[in-house]
């Protein structure tokens, strides 16, 4: 097995290039090899160009009908441990390069669309070591948002849960500020924002952010995001299945009209109340 490649060979990439070469040199077609390891033949198609990683029950299967020992687990495993220790490595890359961006938030609003106070005063609360430290996050947030701009503006589309525009920050203005934001992002030629009703329900992405992006090779890659962790998923038929309930998701969610109205209501709301009294 050549490596031909000018970068670093993964470990993903040398489990992929295992499996070709193997049954190469068995000399069995797929439709051989599903009926020797019972898999279907476009399962293992993918496996073979890297559109899945598939199981370590299949790498086992493989194992056997091959006589490699453990040799695919053993690749399978290393692979696996490989994207859980690089799960945020290159995402940062992915966004600069994607052409389109579909997003799904609950509780804050997206980083893309985030006011510098608004999302320095987040970053406060995650006890940043210095203040130096906190105006670099908070300029590196500002500065990915310049893919919304500009001859090459990616296409993006927020699918926000209510709850993120039920949640202000402390301090009245920044919160206004932010949403007089969401309300500016909602007319702009390349952003749709929608807003996910508490009405709508329970749905599969309710337990954190996913992002979805198109690279312009036409794969899509996603990110999905909790409180304290995040991971990129290339794994083809997880980011359809992510895909699919991103599209049912925003089939509940208000039209960009009435989100637009309602971003606006909210925004009214809040400037209209007075501010308490300092006892």
């Known amino acids: ?66 006589g490699t020992g453990e040799m695919l687990a053993d690749l399978w495993r290393l692979a696996k441990r490989e994207a859980n220790a690089n799960r945020f490595a290159g995402f940062g890359e992915v966004e600069a390069e994607a052409t389109c961006i ?15 106070e608004y999302a320095r005063a987040l970053m406060s609360m995650e006890r940043p070591a210095s203040d130096e430290a906190l105006d670099l996050h908070v300029k590196g947030r500002m500065a990915r948002q310049e893919r919304l701009s500009g001859s090459n503006a990616l296409y993006y589309r927020a699918l926000l849960d209510e709850s993120v525009i ?5 301090d009245p203005q920044i919160w206004a ?16 924002v929608q807003i996910v009703p508490f009405d709508a329900g329970p749905h599969p992405l309710l337990e954190g952010s996913v992002r979805i992006l198109w690279l312009p090779s036409g794969r899509m890659v996603a990110y999905v995001e909790s409180s304290w962790s995040g991971q990129v998923i290339t794994e083809t038929e997880e980011v359809e299945q992510l895909r699919l309930s991103y599209d049912l998701l925003r089939d509940s969610a208000l039209s960009t009209a009435d989100s637009l109205a309602l971003l606006r209501s909210t925004l009214e709301d809040h400037t209209s109340c007075p501010t308490p009294l300092e006892t």
């Open 177 to 192: 500020d932010q949403l007089e934001r969401l309300v500016q992002a909602t007319q702009e030629r390349n952003v749709a």
């Open 102 to 116: 579909h997003e799904f938030s609950v509780g804050t609003v997206p980083g893309l669309l985030q006011t510098p």
């Open 166 to 170: 039920r949640r202000p920050v402390a």
């Open 1 to 66: 097995m050549q490596d031909n490649s000018s970068g670093p060979l993964s470990i993903r990439a040398a489990y992929h290039r295992a499996l070709i070469w193997l049954r190469a040199r068995s000399g069995w077609s797929l439709a051989q090899l599903s009926e020797k390891t019972r898999y279907d033949t476009s399962y293992l198609h993918r496996l073979e160009k890297g559109g899945r990683l598939g199981s370590l029950e299949a790498a086992c299967a493989l194992d056997a009908v091959y």
